[in-house]
């Protein structure tokens, strides 16, 4: 952070709290691609949320089509035994006892410990076996699609960049946004996408319609107030710039959440080593897509072998201490939050 070079002609308030006032400002390379792009992002004085300053005009640029949510095809990924694990980890974590899920998110496989996550996170919102899932920003559906191989009735995922698409599962996938579908949902979930958001208020506000009686929302992003932002500043890798158009603090989380007429019910850090060891590489200068990262290669970096114990380490003591670099946050409407305590 550069406090010296306060004000930072921001182009959009706080997409938080709404606040316009600048408390730092940080120069932040494109790191997934390696496009050698610099983006300016402002710190919001009151809730310490990271924005970008200047939301670019070109936006659809920067997710090409080999973009990873773009690229994958759902039926291709989970053919055979990938679709009969990923239905087991579903099954397990949303209705069985969370053994096979216990099991399989320890898997060197890093798609496999990211549907456990998600799984995970739906569970705390509350979701069964048969539960009613809206996936916002969902990508090409591969989520709905391990869902509905497990069962669960025609979940639909919509993403402004999908091609509309029936899943032989049972998946729905469409373009748009929460606001755009029909229908209501036991869960409205936002995976790693409301950060990627110009009006993330509109967003969470255009989900209320959508959810079902006693639903929940989650949302699961990453978050400026860890330790990983503190330790490796512009070159956190969860920074993105500048597809993560912002990137709120908790306190940041609750005031945008508000704003959309939700509440804060409870808050899980689900923290992986990628804020390690993505971030020590983004500092070297080596993209995360490209052939010399970790992401492609795993058994390359030799060194960061040696470290990955002391990564993991630190990342559990981080998600333990509410301080890891992503978490979800599972919401409830405000008038039934409300209504609740005052039954208290
Ligand atoms: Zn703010």
Not at 135 to 154: E, F, I, T, W, Y
Not at 175 to 190: I, K, M, N
Not at 200 to 210: F, M
Not at 287 to 311: C, K
Request: proline letters at 8%.
């Amino acid at each position: 952070m550069q406090p010296a070079r306060i004000p930072a002609d921001a182009s959009w308030a706080c997409p938080a709290c709404g606040d316009a006032r600048v408390a730092g400002v940080l120069d932040v390379r494109e790191g997934m691609f390696g496009s050698g792009e610099t983006f300016t992002y402002v710190r919001c004085a009151p809730c310490g949320t990271l924005r970008i300053a200047h939301v670019p005009g070109d936006l659809g640029r920067h997710y090409p089509p080999h973009y990873y949510s773009r690229a994958v095809d759902p039926v291709r990924a989970l053919r055979g035994p990938a679709g009969r694990l990923a239905a087991a980890v579903v099954r397990s974590g949303l209705g069985g006892r969370g053994r096979v899920l216990a099991l399989a998110a320890r898997a060197p496989h890093r798609e496999v410990r990211g549907l456990c996550a998600a799984v995970r996170g739906l569970a705390r919102a509350g979701a069964g076996p048969r539960a009613t899932v809206l996936d916002v920003g969902g990508g090409a559906g591969v989520l709905v699609h391990a869902l509905a191989l497990a069962g669960l009735p025609s979940p639909l995922a919509v993403d402004p960049y999908a091609a509309p698409r029936a899943l032989p599962s049972g998946a729905r996938v469409a373009a748009g946004d929460a606001a755009s579908v029909t229908g209501r949902f036991d869960v409205v979930a936002f995976h790693h996408s409301l950060e990627h958001m110009v009006d993330p208020v509109g967003a969470l506000a255009g989900a209320l319609p959508r959810l079902a009686p006693g639903g929940r929302a989650l949302v699961r992003c990453p978050t400026a107030s860890s330790r990983a932002f503190a330790r490796y500043g512009a070159d956190w890798v969860a920074l993105d710039a500048p597809r993560h158009l912002f990137v709120p603090t908790r306190a940041g989380m609750e005031a945008l959440a508000a704003r959309a007429g939700w509440a804060v019910e409870a808050v899980a850090d689900d923290a992986t080593t990628l804020q390690c060891w993505g971030s020590r590489q983004n500092r070297r200068g080596v993209a995360l897509m490209s052939p010399a990262s970790r992401m492609r290669t795993p058994w390359r970096p030799r060194v960061d072998w040696l470290r990955m114990p002391w990564w993991a380490w630190r990342t559990r003591r981080d998600n333990r201490a509410c301080r890891g670099d992503q978490a979800c946050w599972i919401l409830r409407p405000a008038a039934a939050a409300k209504r609740t305590t005052e039954g208290l």
